[in-house]
């Protein structure tokens, strides 16, 4: 079994939960017209944009200017941005502190998240762990996102890291595609205790 030394983790719904619902269920009580919204105004893929480096000021205009009656509902995407942001994932931190403990591991994380969103919760006391990795390569600052195989390059190349003795675990399974097509060898997260099991299949400490 091939020997691994460093582990790349995403962020967003493997070390942390973040759910727009958390406001949109309070702001659009209305299901129907919250599941409009979704669909078709602030979508996932707009998000997306912002996660490969479109300002926010600028996405959130340009938004209001195509649907004006909605400009309350547009403006709180980013402007409630931080109550989207829920706990840490509280098992797979203490599986990612077992990685950053132990002398054999290199350790660092590959998300798509805004370069403006990121660094407000870094801050955030309750993720200190965005703190522990060796690097983190953010999407929204390379102006490149997950999951286009030149992100999954740069980290490689930017922090000198072999593939073939790499693991990345990541929540979204067209990111886990590009990696295994890279031959990036790719954990799809659904839970801690998955994860745990996971790595224990490829022998790493868990």
Not at 60 to 73: D, G, R
Not at 81 to 102: A, N, Q, R
Not at 166 to 177: G, L, R, S, T, Y
Request: glycine share 4%.
């Amino acid at each position: 079994m091939k020997q691994i030394n460093t582990i790349i983790f995403d962020l967003g719904g493997v070390l942390i939960d973040w759910n727009p619902l958390y406001v949109f269920n309070e702001l659009i009580p209305d299901k129907e017209r919250r599941a409009y919204f979704f669909k078709n105004i602030c979508t996932s893929d707009w998000n997306e944009q912002q996660d490969a480096g479109t300002l926010i000021e600028k996405a959130t205009n340009e938004k209001i200017a195509l649907f004006p009656e909605w400009e309350n509902e547009i403006r709180a995407y980013y402007g409630r941005w931080i109550e989207m942001l829920g706990e840490p994932l509280h098992g797979t931190v203490e599986i990612l502190k077992k990685f950053i403990d132990s002398p054999d591991y290199r350790v660092y994380a590959l998300t798509n998240w805004s370069a403006e969103t990121f660094p407000i919760a870094k801050a955030l006391e309750r993720f200190h762990f965005l703190n522990w990795f060796e690097g983190v390569l953010v999407s929204g600052e390379e102006y490149m996102i997950k999951p286009e195989p030149e992100i999954f390059e740069l980290i490689l190349s930017r922090y000198d890291i072999d593939k073939t003795q790499a693991i990345f675990i990541d929540d979204n399974i067209k990111n886990i595609n590009a990696s295994n097509a890279l031959g990036l060898d790719a954990i799809h997260f659904q839970s801690p205790e998955q994860l745990a099991e996971e790595l224990k299949k490829r022998a790493v400490i868990y």
